[in-house]
């Protein structure tokens, strides 16, 4: 309910300031822009439609308005492809979540038998207990996503193939978050709907220099309170600066071959599922003792080289600045002698 009833706040701001002559920065808070009140059926009917009142995807207002109105073509298309593919995702889900994650039982990642084990078993066994552990969430999602399908809630017209398309209800992009070749990758993919909502009122409306922290602080604060979320969001925010800094002056390295450049999207994925694991944990232990228990029989490492990244990479061109002013002042003293 916090992000229908924040969105629909915004989305009534910005109809006001339509009403206004004002113009606004994005595109899609105009689509989104409500310039009218709604009464109070339809106010409850958007807050409490029982598609998505226990586990989403969330809509903003205009999307769910449309939908109780009716389509630009005045009927609810087919959906019994996506239909089928949900139901059969959140089965494969649901049997990897009831059958297998219990023999790889997350919390042993906080035992001392698991700080005993070999680096390379250690990190076998988290990539795939909290593999397992991530299926939950994508049954949840799938369920919800195909009862959404059912009823027709989420169309958006044609893709580029002239398909129907009902992204706007799909919650999760599996590809994306298990082989990502960056954190902004696995992020925009993990939780659609609640990305775009962050997205949307938080990151374009905040200033540029924040964006990023505000909108990881935000999304832990709307999870709750336990420690080990703001724990793996802060973790996550100094990780998102690092490929960031890593893409912007260590790609342009790889560029030169499609080999090397093959060869670097191979790394990033490899790097990027090993970031998801180590900063996810603390969000499935919950507690902060727990937490650091869990980085600590790796030394932090990953903390200490995604700020070794940041600082040596976003300094870097002004280091190099400084070398060249120097090396023209030899340059010229040289040649006056």
């Known amino acids: 309910q916090t992000q229908k009833l924040t969105s629909l706040a915004f989305n009534l701001l910005d109809g ?19 310039r ?3 009464d109070a ?8 439609y029982f598609h998505g009142v ?6 903003f207002y205009n999307e769910y308005k449309e939908y109780i109105t009716g389509y630009d073509d005045k009927h609810i298309p087919c959906s019994k492809k996506q239909l089928s593919s949900a139901l059969c995702l959140s089965v494969i889900h649901g049997l990897l979540t009831a059958y297998v994650a219990p023999q790889f039982p997350y919390i042993f990642v906080c035992s001392t038998d698991y700080q005993r084990m070999h680096m390379t078993r250690r990190i076998m066994f988290t990539m795939i207990s909290f593999f397992l552990v991530r299926q939950k969430y994508y049954f ?14 989420g169309y958006c017209g044609k893709d580029k193939n002239g398909e129907n398309n009902w992204s706007k209800v799909k919650n999760y992009d599996f590809m994306a978050i298990e082989s990502g070749s960056s954190l902004k990758v696995l992020v925009d993919g993990w939780n ?15 200033p540029l220099f924040c964006r990023t922290i505000l909108v990881f602080t935000v999304s832990a604060f709307w999870h709750g309170f336990y420690p080990g979320y703001y724990l793996m969001f802060l973790t996550f925010s100094l990780s998102t600066f690092c490929a960031r800094s890593v893409r912007k002056h260590i790609r342009p390295l790889f560029v030169v071959s499609p080999i090397t450049l093959q060869l670097y999207h191979v790394l990033t994925k490899i790097f990027t599922n090993l970031a998801l694991n180590y900063g996810q944990g603390p969000f499935y232990l919950l507690e902060f003792q727990s937490g650091l228990l869990f980085w600590k029989p790796y030394y932090f490492f990953g903390h200490v080289l995604a700020m070794f990244c940041v600082l040596t990479l976003q300094f870097r061109p002004i280091i190099n600045d400084k070398v060249n002013q120097m090396n023209n002042v030899f340059t010229r003293k040289a040649q006056y002698r």
């Open 54 to 59: 226990l586990a989403g995807p969330f809509v």
């Open 36 to 38: 009218k009140l709604p």
């Open 41 to 48: 059926i339809k106010f409850f009917g958007y807050t409490f």
């Open 140 to 153: 949840a999602w799938s369920m919800v996503e195909a009862g959404a399908l059912s009823t027709g809630l």
């Open 16 to 34: 006001h300031r339509i009403d206004q002559g004002m113009k606004l920065d994005q595109k899609n808070h105009e689509s989104h822009a409500v």
């Open 192 to 206: 659609i709907s609640t990305t775009r909502w962050l997205r949307e009122l938080i990151y374009e409306r905040a």
